[in-house]
């Protein structure tokens, strides 16, 4: 894909969504960190169902370090993986407040030093709590980068370099969540929408589904 069919993916993508945000509720960096912990496989609208209760009584680290384990549990029980995402939270709540003041560090670096934090991790709270034009790559993002030509890679890392170093800097800030919210509804894994997709004539994805598929 050359820089003029990039850049008009990304006008696309803007058009029908100036202002992307993620699915994730939040009202604090602490509250979208532990959201983020929490969505790994698993859905934005489970983390949210969960989060919308638990927010109500523990929102902060000191608040979550206190609550514990054990009662973590029950508010997150019907999330994948509940039992380590709970010690996870505790223990990334309390490494907050020894090292940081109860603050959600603003560098990648002290991010992936907290329990449970993984690079894609940091680099949604980076970009959606602080600002900064980082490219969180899951699942989704990976398969809409190989698809289209956006920034092919054979690991998450590698396409984050190219996609970084690809996109126009106007989109930097944005890109992940044009490219996230893509993949989820349109971009399918099994059967993309192809005939519903802005981009379909600029992406270079050999399998493209006709209307009869969709």
């Known amino acids: 894909?050359?820089?003029?069919?990039?850049?008009?993916?990304?006008?696309r993508l803007r058009a029908a969504n100036p202002e992307p945000r993620t699915e994730?509720?939040?009202?604090?960096p602490f509250e979208l960190l532990v959201a983020v912990v929490l969505s790994a496989q698993a859905t934005d609208k489970s983390v949210n169902l969960a989060?919308?209760?638990?927010?109500?009584?523990?929102?902060?680290p000191q608040a979550i370090a206190a609550l514990g384990e054990e009662k973590l549990r029950d508010f997150i029980k019907t999330i994948g993986l509940y039992r380590t995402k709970a010690k996870n939270v505790v223990a990334l709540?309390?490494?907050?407040?020894?090292?940081?003041?109860?603050?959600?560090?603003?560098n990648r670096e002290a991010l992936e030093r907290l329990p449970g934090v993984g690079r894609k991790t940091a680099n949604v709270v980076l970009n959606t709590a602080f600002g900064q034009p980082t490219m969180a790559v899951d699942t989704h993002i990976f398969r809409v980068a190989n698809r289209?030509?956006?920034?092919?890679?054979k690991d998450p890392l590698e396409v984050e370099r190219?996609?970084?170093k690809f996109t126009p800097p106007e989109f930097l800030m944005n890109?992940?969540?044009?490219?996230?919210?893509?993949?989820?509804?349109?971009?399918?894994?099994?059967k993309p929408k192809c005939p519903h997709c802005a981009i379909r004539d600029l992406c270079e994805f050999r399998g493209k589904t006709k209307p009869a598929e969709v």
């Open 93 to 106: 709540s309390k490494r907050l407040l020894e090292q940081h003041c109860g603050a959600v560090p603003q």
């Open 51 to 60: 989060t919308g209760k638990l927010y109500r009584v523990a929102s902060t």
């Open 24 to 28: 994730l509720v939040y009202r604090s």
């Open 175 to 190: 890109a992940h969540h044009w490219l996230i919210l893509h993949g989820r509804y349109v971009c399918l894994a099994r």
């Open 1 to 11: 894909m050359n820089p003029d069919q990039r850049r008009a993916v990304f006008e």
């Open 162 to 164: 190219k996609l970084l």
């Open 148 to 153: 289209t030509g956006l920034g092919p890679g």
